[in-house]
Each structure stands twice: as structure tokens, then as C-alpha cells.
């Protein structure tokens, strides 16, 4: 765990929240360690977890000097605010427990922050994990795709004061998960710029029952799409024309794949049916044969060459 003795302020702190995720965290812990420099410290917040394996892990992490804060369970949204509100560095860096960071974030973000006054976020791409194993590539900073949905994960590093300008993650959200989009839309709203490293900088783990996958449950997503346009009804009034556009065109792309893919669907059954028509005839002409005199005649005349021992060994194996 590095912490930093000098006495300028310290430039980053990487929050975890954890609910119930001991098995999780120390690969979290290990991602963040392979930055050996003192410029983070690691705060972990413990959302109330009722795992014994969890909150054993919690207490050896304790032992070993970790920062461990304690509340009951609250959400995510709360956990996180938790850990900023404690946190001494000028930047955040959001790590989920089961998810894991490379060293380069830590130095990227922290360079680019310290570099350019005016951006607030830092994101980079990130390699899936897990039940999946491939790369996420990142789009640009977008704000009319921002608009349509959020693209940039909350494993991101940004300014405290982006955060407290902000009013921090966004506690009263029907169902936990879209905070993170909450809080890039607040933040484009108070003109902070948006810096994309087209690198691969965080590790995120795919795995079924995760927040995300309930996210995307199309009721669950109707309500927090729809609690998130309401907050940001002026943002979305404003755009409302080119987002109006923008869904049609998504839409009628999506109809058009479909189609696409209902017409390749269609001539696969028919490849299919036909396959299975030359098969049946061909099950056809073998039983024609095998009840033709010629085919019994043949039986009969190699069963009585077996009987008088007049077959060859070769013979024999091609019966």
C-alpha cells in the first residue's frame, strides 16, 4: 500500500467500494500495487457486507494497514461519495472490487490532469474478463452520444472538484448503476473537457448477476433511462431534435440488421430442409436396395462362403 509522506497534497486516491466481494479484492489490490511510486492511496468502503469470507478478508485488509470504512449498506452511489468525502488526493480514481487497474492509469491520468487545467475526466479503454475475453475500444469524448447513453465506464479518473461541483454520485436513483452516467452528464453540463487514452488502462470483469446485466433488464432500463432524461430534462430539451434523429437512424439500422438477418435465417432453413430431402433419399435407395432379390442373393452368398471358410481376411473387413 503506498502512501505518501511528503507534504504536498496527495495527487491520487483510488476508492473501492465493496459489497460482499472478498473474493474479489485482492485481485483489485495487486492491479493497484503494481504502480510502486508513493502518489495514491487506496480507500476501501465496505457497504455493509453480511459475507463472513468478506468481512474476514476486511479485517486481515485491516490488519495489514489498508484504509477500511465501514457503513451500513447504503448502495453504491453512497459508498462511493463515502470514500471521495475521506479521500486527501486531488484526483479519484472509481475501481469496482472485482474489476483491476494497470499501472499506467494511475500515471496517465495524473499526468494528463496535471497538464491540462480545463479536463475534469480521464478514461481509457479497458480488456474484458471473466465470462468474456476481449478488448472494449472506446469511443472520443461525445457529448451528443453521451446524450444516447453513457459509453465511459465509471473506472475513470477525475478531478475532487469535478466531483463536489457535481454534488457527488446521485443517492436516489430508483435501482444502483447508472450514477456514473449522472455524473459525466453533470460534469459536461459545468463545461469540464473529457480526455480519452486510446490505451488499455482497467481490466473489467464479466460474470452473470452483476449490477450491470440487472441494469440492462429492459424494465429496470426503462426506469433509470427515464429518471436520468427527467433530472437532465433541460440538457435533453435542448438536444431534443438531433436525439429525436439520432434514435430514428439507430432504429432503422436496427430493423435493417434484423431483416438482414431474418433473410440469411431463411435461406439457412432452406439449405437445411434440402440437406435433410437428400438424406431421406438417399435412406430411400439404400433400404430399395437392401430389399432387392440381387442384395438377399448376395447375403445369402457370403453367408455361405463364411459357413465354408472361403473368405478372405480382407473380405471380411470390408463387411
Not at 432453413?269 to 433400404?287: D, F, G, M, P, V
Request: contains cysteine; aromatic residues 10%.
Amino acid at each position: 500500500m503506498m502512501i505518501n509522506n511528503s507534504s504536498e497534497q496527495l495527487p491520487l486516491s483510488i476508492v473501492i467500494p465493496c459489497f460482499n466481494q472478498g473474493e474479489f479484492i485482492g485481485e483489485a489490490l495487486s492491479s493497484i500495487e503494481q504502480c510502486r511510486d508513493p502518489v495514491y492511496e487506496i480507500i476501501i468502503v465496505n457497504d455493509g457486507s453480511t459475507d463472513p469470507f468478506t468481512i474476514n478478508v476486511f479485517n486481515h485488509l485491516k490488519q495489514q494497514g489498508y484504509t477500511i470504512l465501514n457503513q451500513s449498506n447504503q448502495g453504491l452511489a453512497c459508498a462511493r461519495n463515502n470514500g471521495i468525502a475521506n479521500a486527501q488526493g486531488q484526483y479519484i480514481l472509481a475501481l469496482d472490487a472485482d474489476n483491476k487497474i494497470r499501472p499506467a492509469y494511475i500515471y496517465k491520468g495524473i499526468e494528463i490532469l496535471d497538464h491540462d487545467p480545463e479536463i475534469g475526466v480521464v478514461y481509457g479503454d479497458a480488456e474484458y474478463f471473466g465470462e468474456r475475453n476481449d478488448r472494449l475500444t472506446v469511443a472520443d469524448f461525445d457529448a451528443d452520444r453521451l446524450l444516447l447513453g453513457n459509453y465511459i465506464d465509471a473506472c475513470a479518473v477525475f478531478r475532487k472538484g469535478v466531483w463536489e461541483e457535481c454534488g457527488g454520485y446521485d443517492e436516489t436513483m430508483p435501482l444502483q448503476g447508472y450514477e456514473d452516467w449522472d455524473l459525466w452528464l453533470n460534469a459536461m453540463q459545468k463545461g469540464w473537457k473529457f480526455y480519452h487514452v486510446p490505451d488499455v488502462l482497467f481490466d473489467y470483469r464479466v460474470r452473470s448477476g452483476s449490477m450491470i446485466s440487472i441494469c440492462k433488464i429492459p424494465e429496470n432500463k426503462k426506469k433509470l433511462v427515464n429518471y436520468v432524461c427527467t433530472k437532465h430534462r433541460d440538457l435533453y430539451t435542448r438536444n431534443l431534435a438531433y436525439l429525436i434523429a439520432e434514435k430514428d437512424c439507430l432504429a432503422d439500422a436496427c430493423w435493417n440488421e434484423a431483416q438482414q438477418l431474418r433473410t440469411q435465417l431463411n435461406q439457412a432453413q432452406a439449405e437445411l430442409e434440402q440437406s435433410h430431402q437428400a438424406i431421406a433419399t438417399s435412406y430411400e435407395k439404400i433400404r430399395a436396395m437392401e430389399s432387392s432379390r440381387f442384395w438377399q442373393f448376395r447375403t445369402l452368398w457370403f453367408q455361405l462362403k463364411r459357413a465354408l471358410g472361403l473368405l478372405t481376411t480382407d473380405v471380411l473387413k470390408t463387411r
